[in-house]
């Protein structure tokens, strides 16, 4: 019944803010912390019934680079589930209520990607995470989609990834795929209610997104990729998630 999935999802939004209040006040990075923040995203993610399944092995090292297709807010939560890593948010994020304080207390990169004239500087900021004792996802698009294809991987902000010019980068693809909880292909009309683009409402798209009454949430880790500047890296990056895309597409798993 549509109501009880509304009444669902609004109790794991719920759930989420409940235990996010407390999250705010650990010390970032700890075992304890890892724990709530897992508990959070769970907790929202079962509001809307998504399940996650996982294919492939993440690289378990501080420092990677972890590259997404992007299609809804969802993706954070799913990925967030996981693994142990920040993410490179849009850097009006940082000023929305709550929202904001929690991407920062998550150990978000915050970037402004129209304005050139700041590209260096968050490169810069980019390696300077990416050197530290946490792995960073960015989603290379810069935009979502309905996640039948990928636009092309911006290569700006791999310029700066430590270990570039001489191959030694650790970067890892990462391709979010979902599915309807038996696993088959999502109808169009499905994917357009998953997917989070242009101007949709929040609101509405969460209100949508409840109708659904549940999907599975498949990700794909695939093969750590090597380059020795910043567009081959995001090439490769980008024919990697297209690859599986394609194949997800032609109704074969793994």
Same mark, same amino acid.
């Given at each position: 019944?549509?109501?009880?999935?509304?009444?669902?999802?609004? +109790?794991?939004?719920?759930?989420?803010?409940?235990?996010?209040?407390?999250?705010?006040?650990?010390? *970032?990075?700890?075992?304890? /912390?890892?724990?709530?923040?897992?508990?959070? /995203?769970?907790?929202?993610? $079962?509001?809307?019934?998504?399940?996650?399944?996982?294919? $492939?092995?993440?690289?378990?090292?501080?420092? !990677?680079? @972890?590259? #997404?297709?992007?299609?809804?807010? !969802?993706?954070?939560?799913?990925?967030?589930?996981?693994?142990?890593?920040?993410?490179? +948010?849009?850097?009006?994020?940082?000023?929305?209520?709550?929202?904001?304080?929690? !991407?920062? +207390?998550?150990?978000?990169?915050?970037?402004?990607?129209?304005?050139?004239?700041?590209? =260096?500087?968050?490169?810069?900021?980019? #390696? &300077?995470?990416?050197?530290?004792?946490?792995?960073?996802?960015?989603?290379?698009?810069?935009? %979502? $989609?309905?996640? *039948?294809?990928?636009?092309? @991987?911006?290569? &700006?902000?791999?310029?700066?990834?430590?270990?570039?010019?001489?191959?030694?980068?650790?970067?890892?693809?990462?391709?979010?795929?979902?599915?309807?909880?038996? $696993? =088959?292909?999502? &109808?169009?009309?499905?994917?357009?209610?998953? #997917?989070?683009?242009?101007?949709?409402?929040?609101? &509405?798209?969460?209100?949508?997104?409840?109708?659904?009454?549940?999907?599975?949430?498949?990700?794909?880790?695939?093969?750590?990729?090597?380059? %020795?500047?910043?567009?081959?890296?995001?090439?490769?990056?980008?024919?990697?998630?297209? #690859?599986?895309?394609?194949?997800?597409?032609?109704?074969?798993? =793994?």
């Amino acid at each position: 019944m549509s109501w009880l999935r509304q009444a669902r999802a609004w +109790a794991g939004i719920a759930g989420f803010l409940a235990v996010s209040g407390p999250w705010l006040l650990l010390p *970032n990075g700890g075992r304890l /912390w890892r724990g709530v923040a897992r508990l959070c /995203w769970r907790a929202l993610l $079962g509001g809307f019934g998504i399940r996650v399944r996982v294919h $492939g092995t993440p690289v378990d090292h501080a420092g !990677t680079l @972890f590259v #997404a297709n992007h299609i809804s807010w !969802t993706d954070i939560p799913v990925l967030g589930l996981v693994l142990n890593a920040g993410f490179v +948010a849009k850097g009006d994020i940082r000023g929305w209520p709550l929202i904001g304080r929690l !991407t920062a +207390a998550y150990g978000c990169l915050f970037v402004e990607r129209e304005r050139r004239g700041k590209a =260096g500087d968050q490169a810069a900021a980019l #390696a &300077s995470h990416l050197e530290g004792d946490r792995a960073l996802v960015l989603f290379a698009e810069g935009t %979502t $989609g309905l996640g *039948n294809d990928v636009l092309p @991987f911006r290569s &700006s902000l791999f310029a700066m990834v430590p270990g570039v010019a001489d191959g030694s980068a650790r970067v890892q693809p990462v391709t979010i795929h979902y599915a309807r909880t038996d $696993g =088959g292909l999502l &109808s169009p009309e499905m994917q357009r209610q998953v #997917a989070w683009i242009g101007d949709d409402g929040l609101l &509405s798209h969460v209100r949508g997104l409840a109708r659904l009454g549940g999907m599975r949430a498949e990700v794909w880790f695939e093969e750590p990729v090597t380059a %020795t500047d910043r567009k081959a890296l995001a090439k490769a990056c980008e024919a990697a998630v297209l #690859a599986r895309l394609q194949v997800l597409r032609g109704g074969v798993g =793994g």
